[in-house]
Every structure is written in structure tokens, then in C-alpha cells.
């Protein structure tokens, strides 16, 4: 690994990468390390990203080893004074939407009653994250950072792990930033996780009707805050093709908004939004 520290500290991967191999995951084992000039050496995951592998065929049997490897992080990685996924943070993500997204790309000015609403929706979003168990989160558990690896998954890009809402990662594994899936398959899978983390003792819901809008509504803050992260990634960074999955997420948005009454006043927000919208993502 090479990174520069003026850009990015080796310090938080190395001590993540540890919790997690301490546990009996497979993630990189840090054989040396140059702090000073951001330069690691760790074992090879391989070449394989799951999301170049994964397919309709092979999903159910992948997934079900992600599944395994995520409840146990779960149960038995080390969250000991990892950040907490707390109202702040979660806050400064969803900002991302109407600072990136809206603003930046779609060219729209909030109106103030306009501001008032999403700052309802924001709360709403907020109290059901902070409503759940908190449990060690990956934060970016999804197929691009998990490799083909022996024992599989090879798990990556852990730096940012938190104490936080047990749905996360569920979420986004399964409701992907890179690859969709038929929704009712992805409720069947949830649930499978959901009946998996009740046998390995984790504080998931008993009732299979609140652990689906849990994961909706907390899939609808990430789906919030990876727009505005694309659209910052575009106009800050210069790297429009990330923009091309937008479309993905407001199918996410939809979904959730049609089944969640909770969300109706995110569903008109987003109307009003698009109707003045430059472009039509």
C-alpha cells in the first residue's frame, strides 16, 4: 500500500486490519510498515473483486459467505473506541445530498420551507439509525472491497470503520452502489441475514416487518449521502462516470419511499427538486 500521509494515515488501517484478523476474518496482514512515508506491506487478497465474479447464479452462495464473515465482525471484532456513527456524523453525510447533488449538479436552490422539510426528513433518517444496537460497522462493506480470496471473503477498505447502526452493513452489501438486484431478492436475503445474526446471539429485531423498514430507512440515509459523494466526486475531483449510477439510487429512493409512509415528505422533496432540475439523472 502506498499513501501519502498528507492524504490519507496508514495508522487507522493498520489497527482496523488487526480487530479484524484478531477475529478470524481475512483481511491483509501488515508484514511491515513505513508510517512516515505511508508505505505498508501486506499479504495479497488476490486479484479478484467480487463484484467482477458475482452473478445471478452464484449470488445466494456468495453472499451467504459474506453474510457468515459480517455477523461474526459483528459478534466478535473489537469495537473498543472506534468512532461512533453518532447524530453528527450521520448529519454531515446527508449534507452531502443537498451541498453535491442539488446544488452542484442538479443547479437547485432549497427554498426555505423547502430546507425545513429536509431538515424533518433528515431527523427521521437520524432517530431510525440511532434507534438501532450499535455494532462494529465496516462502513463500506460491499462487493468492490471484498475479494475472492481463501477463506472467502477477503475483506478491504476498513479504515473508516465506526461503532454504529447494526443494518449498515446489511444494507450495503446488498443494496450495492455498483450492482442491483431484484428488490424481493434482496429482501429475501436481508431476512436470511436478519434469522443468521438472531442464531449468532446479535440484537436484530424478533419482528422480520421492522427489521425490513430498519434497513430501509437506513439504506435511504447511505443512498442520500452517495449521490451527494458522487456528484462531489464529479465537480470536485473531475471524475463524472461515477454520476452514471444515479439512476440506481433513486430506483433505491423509490422503492423505500413507496413501501415507508415515513418517507412521503422526502418523495415530495425530491419532486419538487427534479421539476427544477438542469439535468435529469
Same mark, same amino acid.
Given at each position: 500500500?502506498?499513501?501519502?500521509?498528507?492524504?490519507?494515515?496508514?495508522?487507522?488501517?493498520?489497527?482496523?486490519?488487526?480487530?479484524?484478523? /484478531?477475529?478470524?476474518?481475512?483481511?491483509?496482514?501488515?508484514?511491515?510498515?513505513?508510517?512516515?512515508?505511508?508505505?505498508?506491506?501486506?499479504?495479497?487478497?488476490?486479484?479478484?473483486?467480487?463484484?467482477?465474479?458475482?452473478?445471478?447464479?452464484?449470488?445466494?452462495?456468495?453472499?451467504?459467505?459474506?453474510?457468515?464473515?459480517?455477523?461474526?465482525?459483528?459478534?466478535?471484532?473489537?469495537?473498543?473506541?472506534?468512532?461512533?456513527?453518532?447524530?453528527?456524523?450521520?448529519?454531515?453525510?446527508?449534507?452531502?445530498?443537498?451541498?453535491?447533488?442539488?446544488? /452542484?449538479?442538479?443547479?437547485?436552490?432549497?427554498?426555505?420551507?423547502?430546507?425545513?422539510?429536509?431538515?424533518?426528513?433528515?431527523?427521521?433518517?437520524?432517530?431510525?439509525?440511532?434507534?438501532?444496537?450499535?455494532?462494529?460497522?465496516?462502513?463500506?462493506?460491499?462487493?468492490?472491497?471484498?475479494?475472492?480470496?481463501?477463506?472467502?471473503?477477503?475483506?478491504?477498505?476498513?479504515?473508516?470503520?465506526?461503532?454504529?447502526?447494526?443494518?449498515?452493513?446489511?444494507?450495503?452489501?446488498?443494496?450495492?452502489?455498483?450492482?442491483?438486484?431484484?428488490?424481493?431478492?434482496?429482501?429475501?436475503?436481508?431476512?436470511?441475514?436478519?434469522?443468521?445474526?438472531?442464531?449468532?446471539?446479535?440484537?436484530?429485531?424478533?419482528?422480520?416487518?421492522?427489521? /425490513?423498514?430498519?434497513?430501509?430507512?437506513?439504506?435511504?440515509?447511505?443512498?442520500?449521502?452517495?449521490?451527494?459523494?458522487?456528484?462531489?466526486?464529479?465537480?470536485?475531483?473531475?471524475?463524472?462516470?461515477?454520476?452514471?449510477?444515479?439512476?440506481?439510487?433513486?430506483?433505491?429512493?423509490?422503492?423505500?419511499?413507496?413501501?415507508?409512509?415515513?418517507?412521503?415528505?422526502?418523495?415530495?422533496?425530491?419532486?419538487?427538486?427534479?421539476?427544477?432540475?438542469?439535468?435529469?439523472?
Amino acid at each position: 500500500m502506498d499513501a501519502p500521509p498528507e492524504r490519507e494515515a496508514t495508522g487507522p488501517f493498520v489497527d482496523i486490519a488487526g480487530r479484524l484478523r /484478531r477475529a478470524g476474518l481475512n483481511a491483509p496482514e501488515v508484514l511491515a510498515e513505513d508510517r512516515e512515508r505511508g508505505f505498508l506491506l501486506l499479504t495479497d487478497l488476490g486479484d479478484r473483486p467480487w463484484h467482477q465474479v458475482l452473478d445471478e447464479h452464484n449470488a445466494d452462495a456468495m453472499f451467504g459467505e459474506a453474510m457468515t464473515a459480517l455477523s461474526k465482525m459483528q459478534c466478535d471484532a473489537d469495537a473498543t473506541s472506534l468512532p461512533d456513527y453518532d447524530a453528527a456524523l450521520l448529519l454531515r453525510e446527508l449534507s452531502l445530498f443537498p451541498d453535491w447533488f442539488l446544488a /452542484r449538479h442538479w443547479g437547485v436552490e432549497p427554498t426555505e420551507s423547502e430546507l425545513d422539510d429536509w431538515e424533518m426528513v433528515c431527523m427521521t433518517l437520524i432517530r431510525w439509525a440511532l434507534d438501532q444496537p450499535a455494532v462494529f460497522v465496516h462502513r463500506d462493506f460491499m462487493p468492490r472491497n471484498l475479494m475472492v480470496s481463501q477463506p472467502n471473503p477477503g475483506i478491504l477498505d476498513f479504515q473508516d470503520a465506526v461503532l454504529g447502526p447494526i443494518s449498515y452493513d446489511p444494507v450495503c452489501l446488498l443494496r450495492d452502489a455498483f450492482l442491483s438486484w431484484p428488490p424481493d431478492r434482496v429482501d429475501a436475503w436481508l431476512e436470511d441475514y436478519r434469522k443468521r445474526a438472531l442464531a449468532d446471539g446479535l440484537p436484530v429485531p424478533e419482528d422480520p416487518q421492522l427489521w /425490513r423498514r430498519t434497513c430501509d430507512l437506513m439504506g435511504v440515509q447511505r443512498h442520500l449521502k452517495v449521490l451527494g459523494i458522487f456528484a462531489r466526486i464529479r465537480y470536485r475531483d473531475g471524475k463524472p462516470r461515477y454520476l452514471e449510477d444515479a439512476p440506481r439510487f433513486f430506483a433505491y429512493l423509490k422503492a423505500a419511499i413507496d413501501r415507508n409512509p415515513e418517507l412521503a415528505l422526502l418523495d415530495r422533496l425530491l419532486g419538487g427538486w427534479r421539476a427544477r432540475a438542469r439535468l435529469d439523472d
